[in-house]
């Protein structure tokens, strides 16, 4: 028995007392509901996620005809694949993103901070106000993507990462269905129009390595345009309203920031460790192998708890303490092993740049009312920040 119910309240509110409880009962704790284990400390997470014997392996949602929109976006994505598959993805990908994608976003970004931040109100809400709106403009700007569909896109991503939710209905089901083929469908257009009309972006690159024969597929450019969608603003988001929350709570240490005496980039690691947005991540043993003194049988999986990792008191001292000042700070935020998010370079910029912009323009905000949890654990976030300068 774990003792482990994400889907209870009080858990969802706060996880992080019954994930040390978790860890205390051990490194690698079976979890009978969902017939898998459970990697409970940083050492166990790391050493499963960069194990090689274990894998991300995708198995289609049935009835597989039903489902074969969601599924295809998902079969053709390098987060969904290993090698050598995922090898060559990786580099097409990580080849793109070399050629000055993120550092050409910089003035883009802090452009588009400051002119957001300037249209803020003394009261607003964080998060539907300038944390949800601001990555879905970067990762449109990045791709080549109009801005002004940033609704339509944040509603399809929604719907879609539901699905990574544990013991969904079929409601759930509906709408990521529905979302992936509408989706899908935007991203077709999107490639015919970039394939008309190439710009310096990173679809236009990738559809130049894919003409010339040594690209992605069609359906791996596609699923990969959503990916990029997805993963660049759903977890920025939540990155954002989780450590922004968890600032405005702690004065003392939104002073220390506001104050210039933690530089905004170190504080920013620990706004990611501190209450992880993406809670779990799954792998899959391709053989049997031992862990943590434990054999994991080939076909178990093994649950990454990402969130119990970042408050490991072995790693962290004073782990449930949060400290803008924290350094070094081994967090597993952005994963680990050869899934690390590819991402994750330009997260930090477009996070550190749109903190920054916040805090210069209303540096003494503080909270209006109760701050509502969405009612979802894996990708942990707020519903709504109500703030006031």
Same mark, same amino acid.
């Given at each position: 028995m774990t003792g482990f119910d994400p889907t209870e309240a009080q858990f969802l509110e706060d996880p992080y007392p019954a994930l040390a409880r978790l860890r205390r009962q051990g490194p690698l704790v079976w979890h009978e509901p969902w017939s898998m284990w459970l990697a409970t400390d940083h050492a166990t997470v790391g050493a499963v996620l960069k194990n090689r014997a274990f894998g991300r392996l995708w198995n289609d949602w049935e009835p597989v005809? &039903?489902?074969? !929109?969601?599924?295809?976006? +998902?079969?053709?994505?390098?987060?969904?694949?290993?090698? !050598?598959?995922?090898?060559?993805?990786?580099?097409?990908?990580? $080849?793109?993103?070399?050629?000055?994608h993120v550092e050409r976003m910089r003035p883009r970004i802090e452009a588009l901070a400051a002119d957001m931040v300037a249209a803020l109100p003394d009261t607003f809400d964080v998060l539907a106000d300038y944390a949800e709106p601001m990555p879905v403009y970067v990762i449109c700007d990045l791709l080549g993507v109009p801005r002004e569909d940033h609704e339509d896109l944040r509603r399809w991503s929604q719907?879609?990462? +539901?699905?990574?939710?544990?013991?969904?209905?079929?409601?759930?089901?509906?709408?990521?269905?529905?979302? =992936?083929?509408?989706?899908?469908?935007? @991203? +077709?257009?999107?490639?015919?129009?970039?394939?008309?009309?190439?710009? &310096?972006?990173?679809?236009? #690159?990738?559809?130049?390595?894919? #003409?010339?024969?040594?690209?992605? =597929? #069609?359906?791996?450019?596609?699923?990969? @345009?959503?990916?990029?969608?997805?993963? $660049?603003?759903?977890?920025? @988001?939540?990155?954002?309203?989780?450590?922004?929350?968890?600032?405005?709570? +702690?004065?003392?240490?939104?002073?220390?920031? %506001? =104050?210039?005496?933690? !530089?905004? &980039?170190?504080?920013?690691?620990?706004?990611?460790?501190?209450?992880?947005?993406?809670?779990?991540?799954?792998? %899959?043993?391709?053989?049997? /192998?031992? /862990?943590? $003194?434990? /054999? @994991? =049988?080939? $076909?178990?999986?093994?649950?990454?708890?990402?969130?119990?990792?970042?408050?490991d008191p072995e790693v962290f001292e004073d782990a449930d303490t949060f400290d803008v000042g924290r350094d070094p700070n081994p967090h597993v935020g952005f994963g680990l092993g050869i899934h690390f998010c590819l991402g994750a370079p330009l997260a930090r910029l477009e996070l550190s740049i749109s903190l920054r912009a916040l805090l210069d323009r209303f540096p003494d905000l503080v909270l209006t009312g109760e701050s509502p949890r969405r009612p979802t654990w894996v990708l942990r976030g707020y519903e709504s920040i109500q703030v006031s300068a």
């Open positions: 005809e &039903e489902m074969e !929109p969601f599924n295809a976006l +998902h079969r053709n994505q390098l987060m969904e694949n290993e090698p !050598p598959a995922h090898t060559r993805m990786r580099r097409l990908l990580a $080849g793109a993103f070399g050629r000055g719907a879609i990462v +539901h699905m990574y939710e544990k013991d969904i209905d079929e409601a759930t089901k509906l709408a990521a269905l529905e979302a =992936s083929a509408a989706f899908s469908d935007y @991203v +077709h257009e999107v490639i015919a129009m970039r394939r008309r009309q190439p710009g &310096e972006d990173l679809v236009s #690159d990738l559809i130049a390595e894919t #003409d010339a024969g040594k690209g992605f =597929s #069609d359906d791996e450019l596609v699923a990969t @345009v959503v990916l990029l969608l997805n993963a $660049g603003h759903e977890a920025s @988001v939540n990155t954002f309203g989780n450590g922004f929350h968890a600032l405005l709570t +702690h004065r003392d240490q939104l002073a220390r920031v %506001t =104050s210039g005496e933690v !530089p905004i &980039e170190i504080a920013l690691e620990e706004l990611i460790r501190f209450d992880a947005p993406l809670q779990l991540f799954e792998r %899959t043993a391709t053989k049997d /192998v031992e /862990v943590a $003194g434990q /054999v @994991v =049988s080939a $076909g178990q999986k093994v649950a990454c708890l990402m969130g119990s990792a970042n408050r």
